[in-house]
């Protein structure tokens, strides 16, 4: 099991500063879509630079001409990128295709999918590598989260790894350890603590133990 943080800043220094702190407990950086809005795929490149030794997930929630935009954001130094399972099964197919040419991964978030366990199998069958359940922000707010979603979907997939986001903290992640997923994503739950590197350190330590 991995550990991710999702790092929602909007600037590349800052984002550097948090990832500097925690970087020896996590395995995976994700340049959230609100970095990548307001800095382009200049962060991806400036964090895969910084930190060549993590993996490192663009998420650009590719809705249309997922080909080339994972072409684009392979070429900034992303190592995963995320596609929506929303978006139509070519756009799907052309990522992964994108992906496979250049060794990357493709990450399909189901955030806003009405059926998740059919589209988690058809998504599987597409060839993501990873397929991930996700409780946004508007959800949280809500009080959702994407426990029931995770056990759905792990019930169907075959190939794909697993994933999970939206909200994970430490009291709950014992919780999400106990679905199993492949990757445990993280952001407020270490870059809204004030000891950020005691939190992801934690973190750490209960998602290796499993």
Known sequence: MKLQLALDLVDIPGAKEVVAEVADYIDIVEIGTPIVINEGLHAVKAIKDA?????????????????YEVMKASEAGADIITVLGVSDDSTIRG???EAK???????????NVKDIKG???????????YICVHS?????????????????IKSVVKQAKTAIAGGIKLDTLPEVIEAKPDL???GGGITGQDD????????????SQS
Do not use: C, W
Request: aromatic share 4%.
């Open 51 to 67: 930190f060549p030794q993590l993996t490192v997930l663009a998420d650009l929630k590719i809705m249309d001409a997922g080909g």
């Open 95 to 97: 990522a992964v295709d």
């Open 101 to 111: 040419k250049s060794g990357k991964e493709v990450l399909v978030d189901l955030i």
């Open 119 to 129: 589209r988690a199998a058809e998504v599987d069958a597409l060839g993501a590598d």
């Open 136 to 152: 946004g922000y508007d959800h949280q707010a809500e009080g959702k989260n994407s426990f029931e979603d995770l056990q759905a």
């Open 184 to 186: 445990v994503i993280v």
């Open 196 to 207: 950020k590197k005691a939190a992801a350190a934690e973190m750490k330590r209960l998602v």
